[in-house]
């Protein structure tokens, strides 16, 4: 089986949680060294543990309605400029991406979900992850500072 082979645990961060916060309504030249991924419900007071697991379906239902397109995992301008979205799956398991914060909040007349993701991926050109073999030993990690979480089967960059 031929998957993700190796990234960076991701950290749930509490600054880039409290940078969520600040920044989700922010200019995009305020934030240029993060991701983001937005999402509204017009259901004003939708529960907000429901609210992040809508938003994290949603984005992550982009890979089944678009693909990703080449077998190499290289993120393209074809790819890029499909109909549709893919950009909110592509920094959800951007492998060089390594921190997340998220908020759920309130407004006037929806629920509102931000998520952001450090460093910025989705970069045109650069894989979205390394593929390759599931690990079982250290030893089948061919990455510099990795071990092998056997849990995961992902060569985890230290």
Same mark, same amino acid.
């Given at each position: 089986?031929?998957?993700?082979?190796?990234?960076?645990?991701?950290?749930?961060?509490?600054?880039?949680?409290?940078?969520?916060?600040?920044?989700?309504?922010? #200019?995009?030249?305020?934030? !240029?060294?993060?991701?983001?991924? /937005?999402?509204?419900? $017009?259901?004003? %007071?939708?529960?907000? +543990?429901?609210? #992040?697991?809508?938003?994290? !379906?949603?984005?992550?239902?982009? /890979?089944?309605?678009? $693909?990703?397109? %080449?077998?190499?995992? +290289?993120?393209?301008?074809?790819?890029?400029? !499909?109909?549709?979205?893919?950009?909110?799956?592509?920094?959800?398991?951007? %492998?060089?991406?390594?921190?997340?914060?998220?908020?759920?909040?309130?407004?006037?007349?929806?629920?509102?979900?931000?998520?952001?993701?450090?460093? %910025?991926?989705?970069?045109?050109?650069?894989?979205?992850?390394?593929?390759?073999?599931?690990?079982?030993?250290?030893?089948?990690?061919?990455?510099?500072?990795?071990?092998?979480?056997?849990?995961?089967?992902?060569?985890?960059?230290?």
């Amino acid at each position: 089986m031929v998957g993700a082979f190796a990234r960076k645990l991701l950290l749930v961060d509490g600054r880039s949680d409290s940078v969520a916060v600040k920044w989700g309504h922010s #200019a995009q030249h305020e934030r !240029k060294d993060l991701g983001e991924n /937005l999402y509204y419900s $017009g259901n004003r %007071q939708m529960n907000k +543990v429901n609210a #992040a697991e809508d938003a994290c !379906k949603l984005w992550f239902g982009e /890979l089944a309605e678009r $693909g990703v397109g %080449q077998e190499d995992n +290289v993120l393209t301008q074809e790819v890029w400029n !499909k109909p549709g979205q893919i950009g909110h799956y592509t920094q959800m398991v951007w %492998q060089d991406s390594y921190r997340l914060g998220c908020y759920v909040n309130w407004c006037d007349s929806m629920t509102y979900v931000v998520c952001q993701y450090g460093p %910025q991926g989705n970069w045109i050109g650069d894989p979205i992850y390394d593929t390759g073999n599931p690990c079982t030993t250290d030893d089948d990690c061919m990455c510099t500072n990795c071990r092998c979480s056997k849990e995961e089967a992902l060569c985890i960059i230290q």
